[in-house]
């Protein structure tokens, strides 16, 4: 089986192509708090690579982390460049490819049942000491609509309860959410399956959430990767699962069912004891023979915010373009938590126009509650020239928006308990069109380079 679409094929590609990417560890590390503080810390310093702890203690089995802190190397997976990433993902992820089902998956190579099932055994960390419990952060739960039998994949944090128990958060109240009550409302527990280890497109693919409903999250992968993806089928619910992963965990989400989960190191930075407080129950475990253990740092890490900053990215301007042609670009920041602040840069041509692209950009993406449109001449992945833009461009009186009562995510630490929403906020930072106004300074990229020539003669490195 080609490995191109696998985490595994992903690691090696990197490890081949840009070594200096892939970081192995092969110090004794702890399950407890270690792994998390080493990826922190390189975030510290700016860095980035795939991190593999080789010598978890109390685990044969490595960990993988970090894939999907790095920009660039989510580029090069689409053969496009960094800059270019928001708008390459869009255009793909309409390029819906329908899957191939292959025979058997990868992870059929280890099959253990009933008592032999005990998730204690794997090395899950146990990232903040706030948390509950070790979680699994890179599960992707797979479920059919109970309904149509259309399937979905995405990601819920999993909270270890037990041997065969973990406690699941459907917070993000979409497609999962909708398919558990539907299934509830049957009388009958959501079958499901937990995958572990995939490769990035896979996890850029399953956090698109405007598509049509008939459409396959599988599809949209597929179109990411520009061929059909290969699914083979596993032991529940008659679930497809990605052939190449590392680890299936079978089971089934239960009805009427609710447990306490949390508190877990979330996105925001804070601590989330908000949850759904749903259950999931193991029934088999599937693996590799070798398999290898795939966890996404927590909290407000690279790892896992930068996807969700790249696909907000290309959902919102996917939005914008279809009325506003003049739009740019658009950049959610990774520091504020890849969700709530979104910077659309565009070239205005009337009065009227960021409010229009401020008021799509709100209502798009359900998590972004702040947006600041700047003109084309500020660059939106440089917070400092961004502020400058609203220090400079904006009349608060004229400029400033705010439209109150929209629903926002449940682990918002700033929406209303009770309802979940929020009051969001529109920022007008571009200049005013009429002539007069005050003409910014400028060096020329030419006066940058000669300036750079200047100081690597001084032996200044730049």
Same mark, same amino acid.
């Given at each position: ?208 959430? /405007? ?59 804070? /601590? ?56 740019? /670009? ?133």
């Amino acid at each position: 089986m080609s490995d191109n679409q696998s985490l595994r094929g992903f690691v090696e590609n990197t490890e081949r192509q840009f070594p200096d990417e892939v970081l192995r560890i092969k110090e004794p590390v702890s399950k407890r708090l270690e792994m998390t503080s080493v990826v922190f810390e390189l975030d510290r310093l700016n860095k980035s690579p795939v991190v593999i702890f080789e010598n978890v203690e109390g685990s044969d089995m490595p960990v993988v982390t970090n894939i999907a802190g790095n920009r660039s190397l989510l580029a090069h997976c689409l053969n496009t460049t960094p800059a270019d990433l928001p708008t390459t993902f869009r255009d793909r992820c309409q390029n819906y490819i329908p899957c191939e089902v292959v025979s058997k998956g990868a992870w059929d190579e280890v099959v253990l049942e009933g008592d032999q099932v005990d998730l204690t055994k794997l090395p899950i960390p146990f990232q903040f000491t706030v948390d509950a419990a070790p979680y699994i952060t890179a599960g992707q739960i797979t479920a059919r609509d109970p309904e149509t039998g259309v399937d979905t994949t995405g990601f819920h944090r999993l909270m270890l309860k037990g041997k065969n128990r973990l406690g699941v958060s459907l917070h993000s109240r979409r497609r999962m959410y909708e398919f558990h009550r539907r299934a509830e409302a049957l009388g009958q527990s959501l079958p499901a399956a937990i995958v572990i280890g995939n490769h990035p497109l896979h996890y850029m693919g399953s956090m698109v959430y /405007a598509y049509p409903p008939n459409v396959r999250k599988y599809e949209i992968i597929g179109g990411l990767f520009g061929e059909p993806y290969r699914v083979a089928r596993c032991g529940v619910g008659d679930l497809e699962v990605p052939a190449g992963a590392e680890i299936i965990i079978e089971g089934e989400i239960l009805a009427n069912v609710h447990e306490p989960e949390g508190p877990f190191g979330e996105f925001t930075g804070y /601590a989330s004891y908000r949850s759904t407080q749903n259950v999931f129950v193991a029934h088999r475990v599937r693996m590799k023979r070798d398999a290898f253990f795939h966890s996404v740092v927590s909290g407000m890490s690279r790892d896992h915010i930068l996807i969700s900053c790249i696909t907000r990215e290309g959902e919102i301007l996917n939005a914008l373009r279809r009325n506003l042609p003049n739009v740019r /670009a658009v950049h959610v920041p990774h520091k504020t938590c890849g969700a709530f602040l979104a910077i659309v840069s565009m070239k205005k041509i009337a009065d009227g126009e960021p409010k229009m692209a401020m008021l799509t950009a709100l209502g798009t993406e359900l998590y972004t509650k702040h947006v600041i449109v700047v003109d084309d001449d500020v660059d939106i992945f440089d917070m400092e020239d961004v502020m400058w833009a609203v220090a400079t461009r904006v009349r608060a009186e004229k400029d400033v928006f705010m439209v109150p009562g929209v629903k926002s995510a449940i682990i918002d630490p700033t929406s209303d308990p009770k309802n979940f929403t929020v009051t969001k906020m529109g920022i007008d930072a571009t200049a005013p069109l009429e002539d007069g106004f005050a003409e910014r300074l400028v060096i020329s990229d030419e006066q940058r380079a000669r300036a750079r020539e200047i100081l690597a003669k001084a032996n200044v490195t730049v």
